[in-house]
C-alpha cells in the first residue's frame, strides 16, 4: 500500500478532488487525466503523480514540519505560472483513532500561510544519484516476455486484424531486432522513469523504449535494466 495512504487521510473523494483541482488550477497547464478517465476522474494522473511524489519524499526524510508541530508540508515539485514553488500541507490529527495526518490546503512558497508556519522550505524529491543510470548502454541485454506482450494484449492484435499468434510473434522479433538497431545509434530512445516494486520493495532506476509492430497498429514498451 501507498505510504501516503497509511499516514494521512486524504478526505472523501469530492474533497480530495477538489484538493486536487486547487493544485492543478494553480500549477502550470498539464494534462491531469487519462482519456477514460476524464469525467470519472478528472485528476488522475495528478492524483498518481502526488501520492508517488509524497511516498519519494517520505522515504528521502524530506517532509518538513511547522515549529509548533501542527503542520507537515510536502514539496509538490510543481510550479505555478509564475514558477513558484506548490506545496501540499497536512495537519496533524490530535484524535487517537485515525490516520495521523489529514491533507488540508495547499499553497505557494510566498505565500503568508506557509512563511508564518515554517522557517526552511521542503526540497524536492530525488530518484537517481548517478547520471548514468539515466542513459542506455548498448552492451546491455534487451529481455522482453513475448508471451506476456501476445497473450496479455491479443485482443489488440486481433482488433487490427493479427490473429495468428506465430506470426506475431515472428513480427515482434523483427521488431526488436529493429529497435536495437535504432537503439545503438539513438540511445535518447531509451526514456528513463522510477521503478517501485511494491511487492520486493526494489528500487531503481528502469529505461523504457518503444516497440513498434510493423504497420504501426499496436506499439508497446519493453523495460530495459
Same mark, same amino acid.
Given at each position: 500500500?501507498?505510504? &501516503?495512504?497509511?499516514?494521512? =487521510?486524504?478526505?472523501?473523494? @469530492?474533497?480530495?478532488? #477538489?484538493?486536487? %483541482?486547487? !493544485? ?20 488522475? &494522473?495528478?492524483?498518481?503523480? =502526488?501520492?508517488?511524489?509524497? @511516498?519519494?519524499?517520505? #522515504?528521502?526524510? %524530506?517532509? !518538513? ?20 514553488? &506548490? ?139
Amino acid at each position: 500500500m501507498s505510504i &501516503i495512504k497509511t499516514k494521512v =487521510f486524504l478526505g472523501n473523494r @469530492d474533497h480530495y478532488t #477538489e484538493l486536487l %483541482k486547487s !493544485i492543478a488550477d494553480m500549477a502550470q497547464p498539464e494534462k491531469w487525466s487519462y482519456g477514460r478517465y476524464k469525467h470519472s476522474e478528472p485528476y488522475k &494522473i495528478l492524483q498518481n503523480y =502526488f501520492e508517488h511524489t509524497f @511516498d519519494r519524499l517520505y #522515504e528521502e526524510n %524530506k517532509l !518538513i514540519y511547522s515549529t509548533d508541530g501542527v503542520y507537515m508540508c510536502m514539496n509538490t515539485g510543481l510550479l505555478t505560472s509564475y514558477n513558484q514553488e &506548490i506545496y501540499a500541507i497536512f495537519i496533524k490529527n490530535n484524535r487517537s483513532k485515525g490516520l495521523p495526518w489529514f491533507f488540508q490546503r495547499v499553497c505557494k512558497d510566498t505565500d503568508s500561510f506557509f512563511q508564518n508556519n515554517f522557517t526552511q522550505k521542503p526540497l524536492l524529491a530525488d530518484y537517481f544519484y548517478d547520471v548514468k543510470e539515466l542513459i542506455y548502454d548498448k552492451n546491455l541485454e534487451i529481455i522482453y516476455n513475448v508471451n506476456h506482450i501476445v497473450d496479455d494484449n491479443y485482443e489488440r492484435f486481433a482488433n487490427v486484424g493479427y490473429v495468428d499468434k506465430q506470426l506475431i510473434i515472428a513480427l515482434l522479433s523483427y521488431s526488436k531486432d529493429v529497435l536495437i538497431a535504432k537503439l545503438t545509434r539513438n540511445f535518447k530512445l531509451a526514456l528513463p522513469f522510477y521503478y517501485h516494486n511494491t511487492n520486493t520493495n526494489e528500487r531503481k532506476i528502469q529505461l523504457l523504449v518503444p516497440l513498434y509492430f510493423p504497420g504501426g497498429a499496436c506499439a508497446f514498451s519493453i523495460r530495459i535494466g
